[in-house]
C-alpha cells in the first residue's frame, strides 16, 4: 500500500533497530481518512471470505479493525487486556507476554460474542514476535469459531511472528512489510 508507506517515511520515528513509532498516524493520534483506506483495503483483500466478525486486540488495533468492519458490514470484537469488575465470568483467556510494556497481560474474550458459526477475520497495527496474534488466534480456537485471515497494517519482517504465523497455513495479508531498520533507516520488502 504506496499511500501508507509514503506516510510511514514521512512520520515514523525509528527508536531503535527493531521499534518504530507510529504515533502520528496510529498508535497515538489517529488519521482518519488513512485508517478508513486501511480498512477499505482490508475488506478488499477478504472480501470473498463470508467474515463475520472481525477481532482485535484493545487498543492500537480498534481503529483499523472498526474501519475494516464498517467497510464489511459486519461487527467489531476487540479482546479486552484485563479482567476487570465487570468483565463476563463467562470468557475466554489467553496470557500474552508484551512486546512494548515487557511484562505479561491477559487478554479476554466473553463467550457470549464469540462461537462455531463465526467466521473471523483478525486485524492488528504490528507484528513483532507474534506473542499478542497467537494469543488471540487461541482464543478463536478455543471458541471454535473459523479464522478466515489475518490482516496486519505492518509487518515487521525481520522478527518472526508473520512467518510463524503463515507456516502454521493461515492466510497472512500485510500492507506494509519492513525488512530492516537497522541504522534508522526504514526499508521496505
Ligand atoms: P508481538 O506480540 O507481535 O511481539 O507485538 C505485537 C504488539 O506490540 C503490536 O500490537 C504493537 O502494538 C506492539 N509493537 C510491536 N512492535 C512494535 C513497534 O515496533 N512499534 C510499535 N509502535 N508497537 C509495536
Do not use: C, Y
Request: net charge neutral; hydrophobic share 45%.
Amino acid at each position: 500500500m504506496e499511500e501508507l508507506k509514503t506516510r510511514i517515511l514521512q512520520e515514523a520515528d525509528v527508536i531503535s533497530d527493531n521499534v518504530l513509532k507510529l504515533d502520528g498516524i496510529l498508535n497515538h493520534q489517529v488519521d482518519p481518512q488513512l485508517i478508513m483506506n486501511i480498512g477499505k483495503e482490508f475488506a478488499f483483500r477478504f472480501q470473498n471470505e463470508k467474515v463475520t466478525k472481525v477481532m482485535t486486540i484493545e487498543s492500537s488495533g480498534i481503529s483499523v479493525a472498526f474501519a475494516t468492519a464498517l467497510e464489511l458490514g459486519v461487527p467489531l470484537l476487540f479482546a479486552r487486556k484485563k479482567r476487570t469488575l465487570t468483565t463476563d465470568p463467562d470468557s475466554f483467556w489467553e496470557r500474552v507476554p508484551s512486546f512494548t510494556h515487557g511484562m505479561v497481560t491477559d487478554i479476554v474474550v466473553a463467550k457470549k460474542f464469540l462461537g462455531p458459526g463465526d467466521r473471523i477475520l483478525f486485524i492488528d497495527d504490528i507484528v513483532a514476535n507474534g506473542d499478542a496474534a497467537r494469543a488471540l488466534i487461541r482464543i478463536i480456537g478455543q471458541s471454535q469459531a473459523t479464522l478466515v485471515g489475518v490482516g496486519f497494517v505492518v509487518e515487521k519482517a525481520f522478527q518472526n511472528g508473520a512467518r510463524a504465523i503463515r507456516e502454521t497455513g493461515l492466510r497472512v495479508e500485510s500492507l506494509v512489510r519492513v525488512l530492516s531498520l537497522e541504522g534508522g533507516r526504514i526499508v521496505f520488502g
